[in-house]
């Protein structure tokens, strides 16, 4: 007998029930290793060890049996003050947790032999315990058996009923699958009703009910107590569609605004009918005349009203629109969002373990657990917070001696701080150590040579600090298990700057030092400046703009072959966005300039744009992957208007003036416009009925200088190379109404455009396509599987030379 196809296997059921229960042991053993006698702690262990003895013994997972009543053993123990478990002994029924997690998986052999080393372990601490009556000598009895064991509330709980022979006989029994399958689903669905009720325990109702491995592929949702699963894709297309409706919505109101002006013409046009009829009172006009006149100023009376009335309509449909658009897209993100506890789980044992490993007593904190964190932000934080926890307790906190030594207690504080801050998400990593000593790091830097001695001795506290993220720089001199390889705060700045985030360290001698992470609140809206380059909108993230700034040219200084501009007391280089980008320079100057300040240290340089449009919340629309890696941008996005606009990747524009720079090929803004208007420009129609594709096609000529029309398909495209003069045609295969195929054969049949060559730009690269494109006439055949900008760029140029002839 099978099971149903979509019903999950029974050692399925059981490995999700080990790995959630293996999650209520670990908070439940870390809370009674600061309190051993914590009741509430005691009994979620003593349950978490029983719900899963009985699920191991219903799927014949006789190891998983074993391990879990050697460790309910100790939990009743401890609950009957016969036991008090030390650390020692929570390190060994730690280690039997982590073996919990693994011992359903048929695959892993080590953890089998695990088990019965901890079993030992466990047995022979259990031999120096008081017995109590013969229940503590038996061997694993029957579930039923435990309605009689002297444990608080256990009495009380239904017990699971006998397996057949053939289950508790061996390990190796197959149980009858539906019978099985029956009785662990209903074990499961009664400990998720334990889990869901209120219960002192110490386990978090988040961390007992999701599976934190999933947070990459999955999403969990609640909704009046239910938890639902949801594929991460799914939630990511809501959400880019809740966002295109919200930039929909906002249509309505300049729309309504034209149709104010309607009326308003409208109005006029009455007044002036009115002063007609008033002109032509004193005539004696045909009956048939008046009756007319009378009839227009009837119906335009009449119209006036309707168009009054339905305005109204309009204007209460687009308050309602917009408000139910936002309301959508705020439901949609908060799907996104988990909270900050969820991606924690882990953290507090690693805390001890390493604290133990170093000889050190430190008190584990968070706070902000319940802090909302986009789950992108959160599955990317959890090694840098890693690095940053184990950066404190190797480098941060003294030994137990050292600390009473100092006067402090010999315990220390490490505290993980996560909370909401002025539109950001803002993440501490506190704790009351030595601090950091400045005069090692000063040491450490002229060692490695990253500076030298005179210069270190100048740089401020700021300044040497910002040293420790530098990648390979450790002020270890010996590489231990915990540190001295330089890659912990290096890894977590690298995380940090791909969200578009900052990194701030600060300390106190002697009192300790904290690591401060500043992220956005989500990676899917972004608060962007707008900028204008070459008559074409740009976004650019907020988070990377230091300054926006309006200086005269006068201002603007050439210094050994480059500009510079005075900023916060020091110079820094200048650089107009037309040469990041590649574009035609602006046709003409003024005497004032926009410039925006990006960058830090000695890469900050000061770009000028052709104006400023204001600052927007856009909604992060990603790009197709198989256009690759686009320089200098990262994304795109829709405006209100619904016009498309490119997202600037900022790191790619520092490292595109570090090439301009290196190649000396930066130009002197003053002398930036050269005779192109008398020069003819190129003209390029671009056909493709996907608007990404067209969008980003027409933008990469448009800032290389080519005049660009576009097309929707292959019809709208045939009309138009009818109706004007082009020197380029690029245009798709697969389009409604009519392909490139047909497109291509059309223009060679045409006497008149036989000789404007044409570009074909396809998904399609098999052969068997490029040899029917180019059959059909074209002069050249990309495909998009394998498209760049610089391959395009390159293509265009071989056909019809750059874009001023």
């Given at each position: ?14 490995r999700?029930?080990?790995r959630t229960?293996?999650?209520?042991l670990?908070?439940?053993l870390?809370?009674l ?5 914590d ?5 979620a262990?003593?349950?978490?060890a ?7 013994r219903?799927?014949?997972v ?16 401890a609950?009957?003050?016969?036991a ?24 892993d052999e ?6 019965g080393a901890?079993?030992?372990?466990l ?8 017995p109590?009556?013969?229940?503590m ?7 039923a ?14 017990p699971?009923?006998?397996?057949p ?18 009785l662990?689903?209903d ?20 961390a007992s009910?999701s599976?934190?491995g ?13 938890m ?6 799914n939630?990511?297309?809501?959400l ?10 906002r ?5 309504a605004?034209s149709?104010?002006?309607?009326k ?8 002036a009918?009115?002063?007609l ?23 335009t009376a009449?119209s006036?009203?309707?168009l ?12 309602r ?11 949609a ?25 170093l000889?050190?007593?430190?008190r ?6 319940s ?6 932000i ?18 941060g906190?003294?030994a ?6 100092r ?7 490490l505290?993980?701080?996560?909370r ?10 506190s ?6 000593d400045?005069?090692?790091l000063?040491?450490?830097i ?15 506290e700021?300044e ?5 993220l530098?990648p390979?720089f ?23 700057k ?7 360290i600060?300390?106190?001698?002697g ?11 989500t ?16 976004a ?19 210094l ?7 900023f916060?007391?020091r110079r ?7 040469q990041i ?21 000695p ?16 909604v ?15 994304a ?8 498309p ?10 490292r ?7 190649g ?17 420009t ?18 990469l000529?448009a ?12 019809m709208?495209g ?16 697969d ?9 291509v ?13 044409v570009?074909i ?13 180019l059959d ?6 990309l495909?998009?599987g ?9 293509a ?10």
């Amino acid at each position: 007998m099978t099971d149903e196809p979509r019903r999950p296997s029974l050692i399925d059921l059981f490995r999700e029930e080990a790995r959630t229960q293996a999650r209520v042991l670990n908070d439940g053993l870390l809370a009674l290793d600061r309190a051993p006698r914590d009741a509430a702690a005691l009994e979620a262990c003593m349950r978490a060890a029983h719900s899963l003895k009985g699920a191991a013994r219903i799927v014949g997972v006789q190891v998983g049996v074993e391990l879990a009543h050697a460790m309910e053993d100790c939990f009743v123990a401890a609950q009957e003050g016969r036991a008090l478990l030390d650390p020692a002994w929570i390190d060994e029924l730690l280690r039997g947790v982590d073996i919990v997690a693994r011992i359903g998986n048929d695959e892993d052999e080590s953890a089998r032999d695990a088990v019965g080393a901890c079993v030992a372990s466990l047995q022979a601490r259990m031999a120096n315990v008081t017995p109590h009556g013969a229940a503590m000598r038996r061997e694993a009895p029957p579930p039923a058996a435990m309605a009689s064991e002297p444990v608080p509330d256990v009495a009380a709980e239904p017990p699971p009923p006998p397996p057949p022979p053939s289950v508790s006989a061996s390990a190796d029994a197959s149980p009858d699958p539906d019978a099985a399958f029956n009785l662990l689903a209903d074990a499961l669905r009664a400990e998720a009703t334990q889990q869901h009720a209120p219960s002192p325990a110490p386990a978090r109702p988040s961390a007992s009910n999701s599976t934190s491995g999933a947070s990459g592929t999955s999403n969990v949702a609640a909704e009046s107590g239910r938890m639902l699963r949801v594929r991460a894709d799914n939630l990511d297309r809501l959400l880019s569609l809740s966002g295109e409706s919200l930039v929909e919505s906002r249509w309505l109101k300049p729309f309504a605004q034209s149709m104010l002006r309607v009326k308003r013409v409208q109005r006029d046009s009455t007044r002036a009918l009115d002063q007609l009829h008033e002109t032509l009172a004193d005539l004696k006009l045909d009956p048939r005349a008046q009756a007319a006149l009378e009839e227009v100023r009837r119906l335009t009376a009449e119209s006036q009203h309707l168009l009054a009335e339905r305005l109204a309509d309009l204007e209460s449909f687009d308050r309602r629109s917009t408000h139910l658009s936002q309301q959508l897209y705020d439901a949609a993100l908060q799907c996104r969002m988990r909270p900050f506890g969820d991606g924690t789980g882990g953290l507090a044992r690693m805390v001890r373990d390493v604290a133990r490993s170093l000889g050190k007593k430190v008190r584990w904190q968070l706070v902000g657990e319940s802090t909302q964190v986009d789950r992108d932000i959160l599955d990317l934080l959890e090694a840098p917070l890693g690095h940053m926890l184990r950066n404190a307790l190797d480098h941060g906190i003294e030994a137990p001696a050292v600390r009473l030594a100092r006067g402090k207690p010999e315990e220390g504080t490490l505290t993980l701080d996560a909370r909401h801050t002025a539109g950001a998400l803002l993440i501490t990593v506190s704790d009351d150590g030595a601090g950091i000593d400045l005069d090692a790091l000063r040491a450490s830097i002229v060692r490695k040579k990253l500076a030298s001695e005179e210069t270190v001795t100048r740089l401020s506290e700021a300044e040497l600090l910002e040293f420790l993220l530098l990648p390979g720089f450790s002020l270890r001199d010996q590489v231990t298990d915990v540190s001295g390889r330089g890659v912990g705060l290096d890894a977590v700045h690298d995380v940090v700057k791909r969200v578009r985030g900052t990194v701030r360290i600060t300390h106190e001698a002697g009192l300790g030092t904290r690591v401060q992470l500043q992220l956005p609140l989500t990676l899917s809206v972004i608060r962007s400046l707008l900028i204008e380059v070459a008559g074409e909108p740009y976004a650019v993230p907020l988070a990377h703009v230091n300054r926006t700034l309006h200086v005269s040219r006068a201002q603007i200084e050439w210094l050994e072959g480059h500009q510079h501009i005075a900023f916060s007391g020091r110079r820094i280089g200048v650089v107009t966005a037309h040469q990041i980008l590649d574009t035609a320079p602006p046709a003409n100057e003024s005497d004032a300039v926009s410039m925006i300040v990006i960058g830090d240290g000695p890469q900050t340089y000061g770009v000028v744009v052709d104006r400023f449009l204001g600052e927007r919340m856009l909604v992060v629309q990603p790009l197709d992957p198989r256009l690759g890696k686009i320089r200098n941008i990262t994304a795109g996005a829709l405006m209100e208007n619904g016009d498309p606009v490119l997202i600037a990747d900022v790191d790619d524009w520092l490292r595109s003036v570090e090439r301009l720079v290196a190649g000396g090929d930066l130009r002197h803004m003053q002398h930036g416009v050269a005779h192109t208007a008398e020069r003819a420009t190129r003209r390029v129609l671009v056909v493709d009925d996907s608007l990404t594709v067209r969008e980003l096609e027409r933008k990469l000529l448009a800032m290389r200088g080519y005049d660009v029309t576009i097309a929707v398909d292959g019809m709208d495209g045939w009309n138009a190379v009818r109706g004007e003069r082009f020197d380029l045609v690029i245009t798709d295969i697969d389009m409604p109404r009519m392909d490139g195929i047909e497109l291509v054969t059309l223009i060679k049949r045409d006497p008149q455009l036989q000789s404007l060559p044409v570009m074909i730009v396809s998904y399609k690269d098999r052969e068997e396509d490029r040899r029917a494109g180019l059959d059909a006439g074209a002069d050249y055949y990309l495909a998009k599987g394998s498209f760049h900008d610089e391959a395009l760029l390159d293509a265009v140029r071989d056909l019809i030379g750059e874009a001023y002839g």
